[in-house]
């Protein structure tokens, strides 16, 4: 088995009991949903503003970026196909 740190830190405790009764609801537990916001936050995944709160709005211009960018190519290629049939009935 791998070394583990045990991290405590306080909480107030009606937080705590609704935090890991939100994380039981969504099927996970407290220690994992830690564990996967400390890797979010590591990889970039998750930002932090200047205030300390969670951006919660991290990497979103790439996220709609990259739809804009199927959405759109999608549809000049839509575009290209109707344009080449319409070139194609002038020729006739």
Do not use: C, H
Not at 38 to 52: E, M, N
Not at 59 to 66: P, R, S, T, V
Not at 70 to 78: D, F, I, Y
Request: charged share 30%.
């Amino acid at each position: 088995m791998s070394d583990k740190t045990l991290a405590t830190f306080k909480i107030e405790p009606d937080q705590w009991e609704a935090f890991k009764s939100k994380a039981n609801d969504s099927g996970s537990n407290a220690s994992a949903m830690l564990k996967d916001f400390i890797s979010a936050y590591l990889s970039g995944r998750i930002d932090l503003k200047q205030d300390g709160s969670i951006d919660t709005l991290a990497g979103l211009d790439e996220k709609i970026e990259a739809v804009l960018d199927r959405v759109m190519t999608g549809r000049l290629n839509e575009v290209r196909d109707e344009l080449g049939k319409f070139t194609a009935s002038l020729a006739a």
